[in-house]
């Protein structure tokens, strides 16, 4: 699986008092650093040269659905769009100028500020015979017209998918025809995200990624390392198979391991399902589900969490509400499993230092409150300050793993660093600035829990600045970090790309 490399002349950048810094050398061997200093001479490896450049640890996206990612790039933009009718029009556009009975997947509404959800009816008008999907920017709930809902063998209805009925389609889109990506297209993107200094992802795809991604290997994908992930639907297989979190899958080069239990304990803010302690601000009277809902049962999630604790499979699990925040990390302190909380989005207060407390990652996609800001401010409006408390678990002494949650957002390491440092993404004033971390915190939440030191991987990045320099104003140094200049990237000791 490895390479050896020596990287020559780099300022290695310390990410913690303990870390190592100056100008060294790195050597790598069979995939695994085993020599940092200055003036290593070569053993007749590689060399590259960093010519005074930083060098830091691979950069990792901790919640990717790759997937779903590679498919975005042929998908009908739909963000942004003020209601049922604008989503109409883009997508009426988009079908004339795709002829054929491919189907249409248009991405990004969100329906939260709506006055209405739209209809089966209305995307039956724009193409009655064709499959049309339009996907949620959260990817929470999916609207369908009558020929794809036939295509799935889902009986007639009116509205959209939501949550768990929605996530059992969300994973077969390609038996859509003309939606299932090419090699090509994986291939592209794999290049996308090493040009972007990413060395490996938690791949939480809905369709077995854990078979995919050995797959991938063995024709011939070898620039990412990854950890895939299983939802309970596909559990026994992985049970059946003996692999727990960690685990190198078969075919895989020792890239690919297998990944956790990835566990949805609620919804999203954005379709009003993420379950929450209180109800909305603008809840309607007669709501049923005023301050959202859970998809599992408190009994069920533990359960899930005890059964993949006994099999040595970490867990994932996704919560975006208070409540669900609270139930979640109640399953973890009763089981005893061990994983992280995917979004950890809304907090209660009391609920912060219990990460710490149970050895549970926050795995934040801070990207995400970009979208977030203004809709919060009218669902949310009396609990804005508990949102995304990456200083308070910080402070607290958690764990945190940045990510994306791609196609939710780009898999752009530096997107999500520059926003944890700012928390904006316009040319307003950082939303709970208080809240905020310094560059060389984010960039440290990024990297897997790996340092440029003898043992760790052989998974460097060689940058064109410095990543952790702050300037006096936050605003100046996101934009700095969002242009971050990657001269080259290696995973494994295999240089997976090269500044031209």
């Known amino acids: ?8 002349g780099g300022r290695v950048v310390a990410l913690d008092e303990n870390g190592t810094g100056g100008v060294l050398d790195v050597r790598v061997r069979d995939g695994a650093i085993v020599e940092v200093g200055p003036g290593l001479a070569p053993d007749g490896e590689p060399v590259l040269d960093a010519a005074g450049d930083w060098v830091i640890p691979g950069l990792w996206d901790a919640h990717v659905h790759f997937t779903q990612y590679v498919r975005a790039s042929t998908w009908v933009d739909v963000a942004g769009t003020a209601g049922p009718e604008e989503v109409c029009a883009r997508l009426a556009t988009a079908v004339a100028e795709r002829p054929g009975d491919r189907a249409v997947v248009g991405f990004g509404y969100r ?21 049309l999907v339009v996907i949620a920017g959260d990817a929470h709930n999916g609207w369908l017209n009558s020929a794809a809902l036939a295509a799935f063998g889902l009986p007639p209805r009116t509205g959209p998918l ?48 854990f078979r995919a991604w050995p797959a991938r290997v063995e024709r011939g994908q070898r620039s990412l390392r990854v950890r895939a992930g299983v939802y309970p639907h596909q559990l026994d297989e992985v049970l059946a198979s003996g692999w727990g979190t960690g685990d190198a899958l078969p075919g895989g080069d020792d890239l690919v391991a297998m990944g956790p239990l990835k566990i949805i304990a609620d919804g999203s803010m954005g379709t009003r399902t993420a379950w929450c302690c209180r109800p909305y601000c603008d809840a309607a009277p007669g709501d049923p589900h005023p301050a959202g809902v859970a998809n599992l049962s408190e009994e069920e999630l533990r359960g899930l969490f005890a059964r993949a604790e006994g099999a040595g499979l970490a867990v994932a699990a996704h919560a975006i509400g ?41 795995s934040m996609q801070p990207h995400h409150l970009v979208a977030d800001r203004d809709p919060a401010g009218v669902l949310w409006a009396d609990r804005t300050d508990r949102l995304y408390l990456a200083r308070s678990i910080l402070d607290a002494g958690g764990k945190l793993a940045l990510g994306s949650d791609a196609p939710v957002s780009p898999p752009d390491p530096w997107l999500a660093i520059a926003t944890a440092v700012h928390r904006s993404g316009d040319g307003r004033p950082g939303w709970h600035p208080e809240q905020s971390l310094t560059p060389r915190e984010a960039l440290a939440a990024s990297v897997d829990g790996q340092r440029v030191v003898p043992g760790a991987r052989g998974d460097l990045v060689v940058l064109g600045a410095d990543p952790v320099a702050e300037d006096a104003d936050p605003a100046t140094t996101a934009a700095r970090l969002r242009a971050m200049g990657v001269r080259a990237t290696v995973c494994a000791g295999r240089v997976t790309h090269r500044e031209s």
Do not use: K
């Open 322 to 362: 208070d409540r669900a925040n609270q139930a979640v990390l109640d399953a973890f302190a009763v089981t005893g499993a061990s994983g992280s909380v995917e979004h950890a989005q809304l907090l209660r207060h009391v609920d912060v230092p219990r990460f710490a407390g149970h050895g549970v990652t926050a």
């Open 162 to 209: 939501v949550e768990n009925e929605w996530f059992a389609v969300f994973g077969r889109l390609d038996d859509l025809p003309g939606v299932s990506p090419t090699p090509e297209q994986e291939d592209a993107v794999v290049a996308e995200l090493a040009a972007r200094g990413l060395v490996g992802l938690v791949d939480l795809e809905f369709d077995a990624p």
């Open 111 to 131: 329906s939260g500020p709506w006055s209405r959800v739209g209809t089966v009816a209305e995307l039956d008008a724009v193409a009655a015979g064709r499959p």
């Open 1 to 8: 699986m490895g390479e050896s490399l020596l990287v020559r």
